[in-house]
Each structure stands twice: as C-alpha cells, then as structure tokens.
C-alpha cells in the first residue's frame, strides 16, 4: 500500500471515528476514570485510615497514572501502620519499583523475605518489578527464596 493510500484509509477511519463519536466517548471516559482515580486515592484512604491494603494498593495505582507524590504519602503511611508486615512490604516495593527507585524497593523487598515473604514465583512474574529484573541486588533477593 502507498504513502497516499495508507493516508487516505487513515483519513476515513478518522473520519468513522468522529461520525460515530468513538472519540467523544473515549474521552469522556477518559476524563471519568480520571475523576474516579482522583476522588478514591482522595476518599478511599480515610474512609479507614488504618487499613494497609487500601493504601498500598492506592499507592500504586496512582503510581500507575503518574501520580507519584500522592502515591508515596500513601505508601509510606501503610509502611507506617505495618512495617514489619511481608504484604505490606512486598506492595510498597512494588510502588518504589514503578516509581523508578530501584534501591528503596530491593531494600523493602528484602525486609519482606527476612519476615516471611516466600513466594519466589510471584516475584519472578509480577510486572510490577519488571525494572529490577536485571538488577543485581533483585537476584541476590531471588537466589535467597527457597
């Protein structure tokens, strides 16, 4: 297919797009899961301030849509209430990791197997983590997980 045809069939299903208002739904909800993210990560944390799961995992969620000073208050909050917890430290390593702080993570990381962290499988394929795959101090981490 030349230049100007595969400009033209881009053209056209630009066109269906619109004639069809497929972008005008899109970014609505678009704009709608913005404001949900926003009003949980707001609402969510202090509906019980004491729960550890709702922080971590709203730490990395708003990780996930780049919202990195929202999610690190969440995140050290949880560390704050359970530091010692194997979940808890695994799922705030999970946020350093996507937040691009690969030695706050490995250190989390390593407290969550020296209390009790042993699931070497869902460390190896968690997505989360895929930043550290080839760093040194991570395989040192798997190589001590049974």
């Not at 808890?88 to 990791?97: D, P, R, S, T």
């Not at 407290?111 to 395989?139: I, K, P, Q, Y």
Request: hydrophobic letters at 40%; charged letters at 25%; proline letters at 3%.
């Amino acid at each position: 297919m030349g230049e100007q045809a595969a400009q033209s069939s881009v053209n056209k299903l630009w066109s269906e797009l619109i004639r069809r208002r497929v972008i005008r739904v899109v970014v609505v909800y678009s704009i709608a899961g913005w404001i949900v993210i926003e009003v949980a990560s707001t609402v969510l944390p202090n509906l019980n301030p004491h729960d550890t799961r709702a922080l971590y995992v709203g730490a990395n969620q708003l990780c996930s849509v780049g919202e990195l000073d929202k999610g690190l208050e969440l995140a050290e909050r949880a560390l704050g209430q359970d530091e010692k917890e194997p979940v808890v430290l695994y799922n705030v390593a999970c946020f350093y990791a996507m937040k691009g702080d690969p030695d706050r993570s490995n250190e989390l990381l390593e407290r969550a197997v020296e209390n009790g962290w042993g699931d070497r499988a869902w460390l190896e394929t968690d997505s989360d983590l895929d930043s550290l795959r080839d760093n040194v101090r991570f395989r040192a981490i798997l190589a001590d997980i049974d």
